[in-house]
């Protein structure tokens, strides 16, 4: 039972550099997150996914995007990367019910210098 | 601004005691309340959740919640030292779509 699949683990970037950060899961749920987490601070939304082909902002969007062509991946490009980009990268997913929890994925330790 | 507050901490509990964690909210639409245990370095993983006024056990934690404050806390009794982690707490928002803000967390720290 896999859950929530995000790769890679680590990745040190140079600044401009591009790449894109994986996110899967098994369990078919409909909406999908991607939060950062910088050092002491809570998690902040970049962006969310109700179902396939459908994105929206969260509160911090600028400098990334998204896409979901699938129920089961959502990936989260950085296009031009900035060393505020450097933080913890959690994709989660939930069934988008309101009693229904989150369930997240390791995460992604970035690094942009 | 839809906002959820915690102390930041650091919370210090001996062995054996009773934790209590707090965390209010400002958006009095709000459906649903998680705690999240979030190892140093690890992803959050859900404690409970709860979206009825009053409390709910599970083991040694224990969530209440009372909308007409905008507050929910989380109980953790006989604390041990494995409790010791970031708890965040997270509210469900009801604006059409199913999203969460959480808060900053709160760091526990129990002392053996």
Redo the contacts between chains.
């Keep these: 039972n896999a859950g929530v699949t995000q790769t890679p683990k680590f990745r040190i970037l140079k600044i401009g550099q591009s790449m894109t950060l994986q996110c899967a899961q098994d369990m078919n749920h409909n ?1 999908m ?1 991607w ?1 950062r987490q910088d050092p ?6 970049i962006y ?1 996914s ?1 179902g396939a082909g459908i994105t ?1 902002k ?1 509160e911090v969007p600028n400098g990334y995007n998204v896409s979901r062509s699938t129920t089961e991946d959502f990936p989260l490009r950085l296009e031009l990367a900035a060393p505020s980009q450097t933080s913890v990268y ?1 994709c989660a997913s ?1 069934r ?12 992604t330790r970035l690094s942009i210098l | 601004q839809k906002e959820v507050e915690q102390n930041s901490g650091p919370l210090s509990v001996p062995e054996g005691a009773i934790a209590s964690l707090n965390c209010t909210y400002s958006d009095r639409g709000s459906q649903s309340f998680f705690w999240y245990r979030q190892y140093s370095g690890k992803s959050p993983e859900l404690i409970m959740f709860i979206y009825s006024n009053g409390d709910k056990e599970d083991g040694r934690f224990t969530a209440q919640l009372n909308k007409a404050s905008q507050y929910v806390s989380l109980l953790i009794r006989d604390s041990q030292p494995s409790d010791s982690a970031t708890y965040l707490c997270a509210v469900s928002l009801t604006s059409g779509t199913y999203k969460y803000i959480f808060g900053t967390g709160t760091r526990l720290k129990v002392l053996a």
């Design positions: 909406y997150y939060y002491g601070m809570g998690l902040k939304l969310y109700v929206d969260g959690f939930s988008g019910q309101a009693v229904q929890p989150q369930h997240f994925g390791d995460g």
